[in-house]
């Protein structure tokens, strides 16, 4: 079992910048990766960024290349995500969420959440 929780979030104006973290606790000896999920009102929630978890390799959606940068510490169990020149389009809930390992040590599926923290980018 993995918990996650986050810090961070705000409302910032378009060309800002926010940071937005969490940190992890259990079992993370089982994650493969951490990943940035967002959801803007009326729309489905799609995965924004994600970092391995041993070896650091991250991917970044099209809509924030360039502008979004994910990192993580091991010793702390945390992933951050910096955010530069946020747009309007930006604005949503971010979730953190935990990937698990598979059983032939590929990729699991997300099946850790954090409650999630709001992102607002005004014009």
């Known amino acids: 079992q993995v918990q996650v929780v986050e810090f961070g979030g705000g409302m910032v104006q378009a060309g800002g910048s926010l940071r937005v973290s969490c940190t992890a606790s259990?079992?993370?000896?089982?994650?493969?990766?951490m990943g940035w999920f967002r959801q803007a009102p009326g729309k489905e929630r799609v995965l924004v960024t994600s970092i391995t978890w041993s070896s650091g390799r991250s991917w970044y959606d099209e809509s924030v290349w360039g502008r979004f940068t994910v990192s993580r510490e091991k010793d702390n169990s945390t992933m951050s995500l910096q955010m530069n020149n946020l747009q309007p389009e930006d604005t949503a809930v971010y979730y953190c969420?935990?990937?698990?390992?598979?059983?032939?040590?590929?990729?699991?599926?997300?099946?850790?959440w954090g409650q999630g923290t709001q992102v607002t980018v005004s014009s």
């Open positions: 259990g079992r993370t000896e089982s994650m493969y990766a």
């Open positions: 969420a935990a990937q698990k390992r598979g059983t032939n040590g590929q990729r699991g599926e997300y099946a850790y």
